[in-house]
């Protein structure tokens, strides 16, 4: 039935292509009060992340009211950003649909911009039924529908981050120089909750190493008895262990645990993001979390699958990073002693060690 809905998806696509496309090619954008831009990033956290920095670029350089157009996944990523005048939750189906075109008439909204960085057909169908002056995004296969378009960097040789930054060149903004990361912003509630919670378990101000368990798919849980080996391997550490997980993989961090390191998990993004950035080093398998990191220029050791694909690996923007990764669908046949050999090295160029020897 999926692959009935996705052949069925495409062929609307293609046919929205031919019958409508952008007549108004390659107008350029004039940099004046009363610009209104809507910026499009749907899916999932980390997707929403990443394009942090070049929404910043636009508020700086640019006179304009910032639309975000997030859904119920993602838009956690964008609350509390000074950079966004006004959020909007996507809701899904036809009734979504309409409530985007009327809300960029409504509005008066002269400018769309898509920010993924490959084809959605969703986002094609919003895009291409909005009635702005001018729509915005990388080259890709859907071309048709955009005013203007910028080249899409390799995949396998630039950043996430670099690639939608060149999105910044169609308001004629120059991003050669420009020195920017993730923007994600907590709350004060948020961080006072985080210092609580630490000043409650840890008596001693050690550096604190976050072991963070939980992604996006169990695909890239790494295994109890792989945790529980790596918790014994950084005991020589002078150091606060910290056990992270999401609130449905409590069970295992208790397992993985046994009552030797605390834990902390909580339903709140906001505090997970204020936690994350008390840590003086992040051991991770979820890309979101490694971009938070990032935001908060925490060096990060991460674990990744990187199944059928040649693209760079999603890691912070700025944070000092090492990772293993598996070309396997799952992490589960890395053995902890690669990650062990590894992780050693790396983080002891950030921690001071037993052995009273500072570094």
Partial sequence: MKAIENYLKILLLKL????????????????????????????????????????????????????????????????????????????????????????????????????????????????????????????????????????????????????????AKLFDIKIENADENIHFYPGEESFKKADSFLNKIFSNKKHLVGINISAGSKARFWGTENYKKLIDSLTGFNVNLLLICSPEDLEDAKEISENKIQIFHSENYNEFAALISKLSFLITPDTAAVHLASAFQIPVFGIYVKYKTSEMIWSPYKSDFECVTTEEPTLKNIESKDVINKLKPFIEKHIYRNSNVSR
Avoid: M
Wanted: proline share 3%; hydrophobic share 40%.
């Fill in 16 to 167: 929205l292509l031919i019958l409508n496309p952008h007549k108004e090619k390659n107008k350029g954008f004039v940099n004046q009060s009363g610009n209104k831009i809507l910026f499009i990033r749907l899916n999932r956290i980390g997707d929403a992340l990443v394009t942090t920095p070049l929404l910043h670029t636009i508020k700086k350089d640019i006179k304009a009211e910032i639309y975000l157009l997030a859904d119920r996944k993602n838009y956690i990523a964008f609350n509390n950003n000074p950079d966004i005048d006004k959020l909007i939750i996507f809701n899904k189906g036809i009734k979504g649909f309409f409530e985007v075109r009327k809300l960029v008439k409504r509005e008066n909204i002269n400018t769309i911009v898509d920010l993924h960085d490959d084809v959605s057909t969703t986002v094609s169908f919003l895009i291409a039924l909005a009635k702005a002056q001018s729509k915005f995004a990388l080259e890709k296969e859907n071309k048709n529908i955009y005013s203007r378009t910028i080249p899409r960097l390799d995949a396998s040789k630039f950043h996430v981050v670099d690639r939608l930054l060149e999105i």
